[in-house]
Antibody, heavy 121, light 108 residues
Framework: QVQLQESGPGLVKPSETLSLTCAVS?????????WGWIRQPPGKGLEWIGT???????YYNPSLKSRVTISVDTSKSQFSLKLSSVTAADTAVYYC??????????????WGQGTMVTVSS | EIVLTQSPGTLSLSPGERATLSCRAS???????LAWYQQKPGQAPRLLVY???SRATGIPDRFSGSGSGTDFTLTISRLEPEDFAVYYC?????????FGQGTKVEIK
């Protein structure tokens, strides 16, 4: 069973860059599928950030596109999220997740446990 | 961007009762690409239904999804104690992928 695990700093200063990594286990990331990031501010709903294919093709939410970079490292079986110029509004639980089918636009059937990132000085 | 509006915001029911949750889209969802998730406090969302009506692996048959176009419904036929949670719908027919704001199903 594929497992996802997020890691990264829990505290980021305003205007800096948030960086998170999602480690994929029990599956070779280069074998296929897309890999995504979703976030959830405290007490609020879910927001799709973006998705990457193992080949490197990316799809971003236009509301975040100017600040987001998602990359993949197949040799380490992991993919990463960078969000620049963060503000308090970027405080959220960040989840990595896998779409169930062979498309970036699909329901997410496998999720990491999530990691809380707080933006504060 | 397709906006999903879920109703009601909170549903207060007793175990054994039937729950009916609504998700309305601001425009038609392509090919019924609509999913439902369950989320409990401190946990990641869990996929329940995809394609508007197909249950995900391991999901009990008391959960059923229906609808097309702009109106979708998740029905829980008989609430079990573990079903009290927040439920989200998501459309994946067009970019950006979007989620509804959630419906909380609480114990009455």
């Amino acid at each position: 069973q594929v497992q996802l695990q997020e890691s990264g700093p829990g505290l980021v200063k305003p205007s800096e860059t948030l960086s998170l990594t999602c480690a994929v286990s029990d599956y070779s990331i280069s074998s296929g599928y897309y890999w995504g990031w979703i976030r959830q501010p405290p007490g609020k709903g879910l927001e799709w950030i973006g998705t990457i294919h193992h080949s490197g093709s990316t799809y971003y939410n236009p509301s975040l596109k100017s600040r987001v970079t998602i990359s993949v490292d197949t040799s380490k079986s992991q993919f990463s999220l960078k969000l620049s110029s963060v503000t308090a509004a970027d405080t959220a639980v960040y989840y990595c997740a896998r779409p169930r089918g062979y498309s970036y636009g699909d329901a997410f059937d496998i999720w990491g446990q999530g990691t809380m990132v707080t933006v504060s000085s | 961007e397709i906006v999903l509006t879920q109703s009601p915001g909170t549903l207060s029911l007793s175990p054994g009762e039937r729950a009916t949750l609504s998700c309305r889209a601001s425009q038609s969802v392509s090919s019924s690409y609509l999913a439902w998730y369950q989320q409990k406090p401190g946990q990641a969302p869990r996929l329940l239904v995809y394609g508007a009506s197909s249950r995900a692996t391991g999901i009990p048959d008391r959960f059923s999804g229906s609808g097309s176009g702009t109106d979708f419904t998740l029905t829980i036929s008989r609430l079990e104690p573990e079903d009290f949670a927040v439920y989200y719908c998501q459309q994946y027919g067009s970019s950006p992928l979007t989620f509804g704001q959630g419906t909380k199903v609480e114990i009455k």
